[in-house]
């Protein structure tokens, strides 16, 4: 809660080792959701460059596409789940996600097939996030042959 409340550069520094410790090491399921939850807040809040973030993210995609056995969880849901919204949380503050939406969204789209709806729903969201990441507005260059006629401002007043 402190990190979330009083924001520092230094806190991510003092805890991204023994979080991930705790995540890869503790016995406890619980614990290591909790941990990979911690390390999101603490990356999003506590002063992790932009290749921290990153290589962050690539650390939860991994426990993702390993369905928790990279983390010696297998098929556990609560780190799977955690790891989902903690990469998506952090995927907001990237500008630029091209040349790790790809990879991402192929492992988001195998959880859609998970048995547990939070699995499904986390990775629902994620898709749908890079999906809106992706989004730019259709410009002349775009090859669109459109006329200001052939656009509709409103969608109720299309015929039909």
């Excluded at 932009?50 to 056995?69: C, P, T």
């Amino acid at each position: 809660m402190t990190v979330i409340t009083s924001p520092s550069d230094l806190i991510y520094e003092a805890v991204c080792g023994p979080l991930k410790r705790i995540i890869s090491d503790s016995t406890s399921v619980p614990s290591k959701a909790a941990a990979v939850h911690c390390l999101g807040i603490c990356t999003f809040f506590g002063g992790a460059s932009d290749d921290e973030i990153l290589d962050n993210m690539a650390y939860l995609l991994e426990i993702v596409a390993s369905d928790g056995s990279f983390i010696d969880a297998q098929d556990e849901v609560d780190p799977v789940v955690a790891a989902l919204e903690e990469w998506g949380a952090l995927s907001t503050l990237i500008d630029d996600l091209e040349g790790e939406s790809e990879e991402a969204a192929e492992y988001f789209v195998e959880q859609l097939s998970s048995s547990d709806p939070g699995v499904q729903i986390a990775a629902g969201e994620n898709i749908a996030l890079l999906y809106e990441k992706s989004y730019r507005p259709l410009t002349e260059d775009d090859g669109g042959d459109f006329s200001e006629t052939d656009i509709i401002s409103d969608p109720d007043d299309s015929a039909g």
